[in-house]
């Protein structure tokens, strides 16, 4: 597709267990980013990636968080040990060249994860 | 540290009024900044973007925004707001070498 695509759509969990959100960046885009939108808020920063490394994730809220782009295409969100405030819609967002603040990110629609 | 503001959280319109979103934001440098909307169950799309030059801006939709330095101010603004503009409505500022900030939105109602 052209767009930025996300699995699931939707998400739910139980409290403690372990989820993997998947991000497919438009083909040739090395900028991807993770963000997370909780309910009446804006998007958050959480890591973003050029190429295969996370050149900042100084926004993961804590070790639980991980995230992975081993082939800088595809990118997995994982999260362990879930709890009732990771639950949000996250989002995935690529762009063509360097860290956003020139180019435009082009969004997915995210994935909505519920944790119970 | 820097920050963006968005100070109203819910706009009320009626169709074919005009329209003024206000965003303002706190940041040592020259940011880049950017509106975005996001229609329910749809990604953020951007709507228009400023990062020097001319300080009124145009995006799609029939968007436009104004770049105010000493204000501090990014304002968006539509002459005849359509029904299809019912959305939330994020501003986004970025600074060389560092994220995206995201304003807290503005969710946008028109009245038929």
């Known amino acids: 597709g052209a767009g930025v695509s996300q699995t699931p759509s939707n998400k739910v969990t139980e409290k403690g267990k372990y989820v993997e959100l998947r991000c497919d960046p438009i083909?040739?885009?090395?900028?991807l980013y993770w963000y997370r939108q909780s309910l009446g808020q804006g998007p958050e920063f959480l890591i973003y990636?050029?190429?295969?490394?996370?050149?900042?994730d100084s926004g993961l809220p804590n070790d639980r968080f991980f995230a992975v782009r081993p082939e800088g295409s595809v990118s997995t969100l994982k999260i362990q040990r879930t709890e009732r405030g990771d639950s949000a819609v996250y989002l995935c967002?690529?762009?063509?060249?360097?860290?956003?603040?020139?180019?435009?990110?082009?969004f997915g629609p995210g994935t909505r994860l519920t944790v119970l | 540290a820097q920050s963006v503001t968005q100070p109203d959280i819910h706009i009320t319109v009626s169709e074919g009024a005009s329209l003024e979103l206000r965003c303002n934001y706190s940041?040592?440098?020259?940011?880049?900044l950017f509106w975005y909307v996001q229609s329910p169950g749809q990604g953020l799309q951007l709507l228009l973007k400023?990062?020097?030059?001319?300080?009124l801006v145009q995006g799609i939709k029939g968007f436009e925004a104004e770049f105010k330095r000493s204000q501090s101010s990014f304002n968006l603004r539509k002459p005849s707001v359509h029904w299809s503009d019912a959305a939330e409505y994020f501003c986004?500022?970025?600074?060389?070498?560092?994220?995206?900030?995201f304003g807290p939105g503005t969710r946008l109602s028109v009245l038929p």
């Open positions: 990636f050029q190429g295969t490394g996370a050149a900042d």
């Open positions: 967002a690529s762009s063509p060249g360097n860290r956003g603040t020139t180019d435009t990110q082009y």
């Open positions: 083909s040739g885009h090395t900028a």
């Open positions: 400023y990062f020097s030059g001319d300080t």
């Open positions: 940041y040592g440098a020259t940011p880049y």
């Open positions: 986004a500022v970025g600074v060389t070498g560092q994220n995206f900030v």
